[in-house]
């Protein structure tokens, strides 16, 4: 079965201080790896998605995450995390056969001033 | 542009009424359309998703129900809410050929 675990449910940081969020997937045949953001009273907004090639992916605002195959991983990283950065992160992959995404629980990120 | 809009954004509804979602999306055609589900605590759980008029497939057995009447409208309904159906309901979109989707603003469903 193909499935998406994200075992951070809630990281604390303070500003500056770098994040990285782990996923992990279950998955045959081809990945298709996507982070999505929700910000409080915004709708979910594409983070950044890997389909192939470089296994380094960069998005909006500074994110990036990196696919490691061997790991079965998709963790999203900054480098310095902003006040404004407080959301809840959602990692997901493409399940080809139903042509929709399967979701991790989410991780609530809180970036304390 | 393509945009997508769904309503009401906040309801509370007492248990055993009804429900009626709706969702729309412009700027394209023949989408494919979903319906998730947040709720609290959990992750994102897709309930239907729909690739044409009038065909829907069902994640979720429960007392929940889809429809698509028209190529770019998709409706989220209960006969009689329970209140285990509170939570945060998300319509999205793709197109056919790609496998990035897009959501909506969502919509705060209470059941009391």
């Known amino acids: 079965a193909q499935s998406v675990s994200q075992h951070n449910h809630h990281v604390i940081l303070s500003e500056a201080a770098s994040l990285e969020l782990g996923c992990n997937y279950s998955?045959?045949?081809?990945?298709?790896l996507f982070w999505y953001v929700q910000y409080p009273g915004q709708h979910l907004q594409l983070l950044l998605k890997?389909?192939?090639?470089?296994?380094l992916v960069k998005g909006i605002k500074g994110f990036e995450a990196e696919f490691i195959k061997s790991k079965f991983s998709f963790n999203l990283r900054k480098p310095s995390v902003q006040w404004s950065d407080t959301a809840e992160y959602f990692c997901?992959?493409?399940?080809?056969?139903?042509?929709?995404?399967?979701f991790g629980s989410g991780t609530r990120l809180q970036v304390q001033p | 542009s393509q945009t997508i809009h769904q309503w009401p954004a906040t309801l509370v509804q007492p248990v055993g009424s009804p429900l009626s979602l709706e969702c729309t999306v412009e700027?394209?055609?023949?989408?494919?359309l979903y319906w998730y589900r947040q709720a609290a605590g959990r992750g994102l759980q897709l309930l239907f998703y729909?690739?044409?008029?009038?065909?829907i497939s069902s994640e979720v057995p429960q007392n929940l129900s889809a429809s698509r009447p028209q190529d770019r409208q998709f409706i989220l309904s209960s006969k009689k809410l329970l209140l285990s159906d509170s939570g945060f309901y998300l319509c999205?979109?793709?197109?056919?050929?790609?496998?990035?989707?897009?959501f909506g603003e969502g919509s705060w469903l209470t059941v009391v």
């Open positions: 999205a979109w793709t197109t056919g050929g790609s496998n990035t989707i897009y």
């Open positions: 998955y045959g045949g081809t990945v298709n």
């Open positions: 890997y389909f192939s090639g470089d296994p």
């Open positions: 997901a992959g493409w399940d080809t056969g139903r042509r929709a995404l399967t």
């Open positions: 700027g394209t055609s023949n989408p494919n």
């Open positions: 729909s690739v044409g008029i009038g065909q």
